[in-house]
Structure formats: structure tokens, C-alpha cells
């Protein structure tokens, strides 16, 4: 059983940083897939990015390419989602999920992860 915690949303104006994190607990294994997920208003959840656990290999989506990055830090159990040069349409509520099965094919499928933060809202102004 994993928990997961997300936190760091907040409102800022267009150009600007934020980063999010989430906490993990439970029982992490050396195999777990860690995303970060988001969902804009009237929008389905979409998949933002994606690291390996144990490689620390990342997976990024190309809308985002060169303005987010993904990381994690194993000792603190945390995954991190920096964020810059935010545009209004990053606007959404980001989610963390984890999932120990996941493959190159199936990492953008929300369906494919079976833990999931209560996400934060990120709002960018205008």
C-alpha cells in the first residue's frame, strides 16, 4: 500500500516557477513508475511526465518539454514536479500517481496507476 501526498499549487502570473511536490509513503518499490498527472476544468486528466524509481530515467510530455522537469529525491521518499515559464493554459489541478507495473507503452494511461494524490490546484494568470 502506497499513500501519496501532493502539494505546492498555488496561483501565479503567466512567466512565472512553481514546484510542486508529493509525498510518498509505504512500501516504494525499486520498480514503481512516479507521474505526475493533471486535469484542467471541463478536461480529461492528462499525463505531464514520469520517472523511474530506481533509474531516475524521466518521461515528459512534449507540451511541457524544456519548462517542467520531473525528479525525485529516494532518501526523502518525495517526487518533485518544477515548473517554469508557466502559461495560463498549465492551469489545472496536478496530480502525483504511482504504480509498480507500469511500461514505456502503458505510462500515460491514468488508468494503468493505482495510487493517486488528492492533487493541487495550479492557477497561472494572465
Known amino acids: 500500500q502506497v499513500q501519496l501526498v501532493d502539494s505546492g499549487g498555488g496561483l501565479v502570473q503567466a512567466g512565472g516557477s512553481l514546484r510542486l511536490s508529493c509525498a510518498a509513503s509505504?512500501?516504494?518499490?525499486?520498480?514503481?513508475?512516479m507521474a505526475w498527472f493533471r486535469q484542467a476544468p471541463g478536461k480529461e486528466r492528462e499525463f505531464v511526465a514520469a520517472?523511474?524509481?530506481?533509474?531516475?530515467?524521466?518521461y515528459v510530455v512534449d507540451s511541457v518539454k524544456g519548462r517542467f522537469t520531473i525528479s525525485r529525491d529516494n532518501a526523502k521518499n518525495m517526487v518533485y514536479l518544477q515548473m517554469y515559464s508557466l502559461k495560463p493554459e498549465d492551469t489545472a489541478v496536478y496530480y502525483c500517481?504511482?504504480?509498480?507495473?507500469?511500461?514505456?507503452?502503458?505510462?500515460?494511461?491514468?488508468?494503468?496507476?493505482?495510487?493517486w494524490g488528492q492533487g493541487t490546484q495550479v492557477t497561472v494568470s494572465s
Open positions: 520517472i523511474r524509481w530506481s533509474s531516475g530515467i524521466t
Open positions: 509505504g512500501r516504494i518499490l525499486s520498480s514503481y513508475v
Open positions: 500517481a504511482a504504480d509498480s507495473r507500469i511500461t514505456i507503452t502503458t505510462m500515460r494511461r491514468l488508468g494503468e496507476y493505482e495510487y
